[in-house]
């Protein structure tokens, strides 16, 4: 998307216009520094371009989420929404599927954890 298109979703509206640079609230930098140095970059990245891989996934996860509210239940995410919608990205779907497998894992690990510690 260019500067000064507009984007219309479900009950929402994106814009990207060219007027002054506004401070944005940063919500992940800290996080995303992590990140970046985990997966080989230095170990203080510089500020510019963490805030550009936030405004990335921002944007990833708005645009998702605004198609997943169209494709199953309408105006509901669900993991099912998400999953057709990666379907034939390779990578993220075998990602998903190995995320959702080990958090049913760890559930059943917290249910036997608090299983066993109720019988003592």
């Known amino acids: 998307m260019e500067e000064g298109d507009v984007a ?3 009950k929402r509206e994106i814009t990207h216009d060219s007027g002054p640079p506004q401070k944005k609230k940063r919500m992940f930098i800290r996080e995303l ?3 970046m140095h985990g997966f080989g970059d230095d ?3 510089h500020t510019e371009t963490a805030e550009l891989v936030e405004d990335l996934t921002i944007d990833f996860i708005t645009e998702m989420t605004l198609k997943a509210m169209d494709v199953g239940k309408k105006g509901k995410v669900h993991v099912e929404d998400i999953i057709f919608l990666i379907r034939k990205d390779a990578k993220k779907y075998a990602r ?3 995320l959702l497998t080990m958090n049913e894992e760890l559930k059943k690990a917290r249910k036997a954890f608090d299983d066993e510690v109720d019988n003592i």
């Open 96 to 98: 998903v599927k190995d």
């Open 8 to 10: 219309i979703g479900r």
């Open 33 to 35: 520094k992590y990140m």
């Open 43 to 45: 170990p203080n990245p």
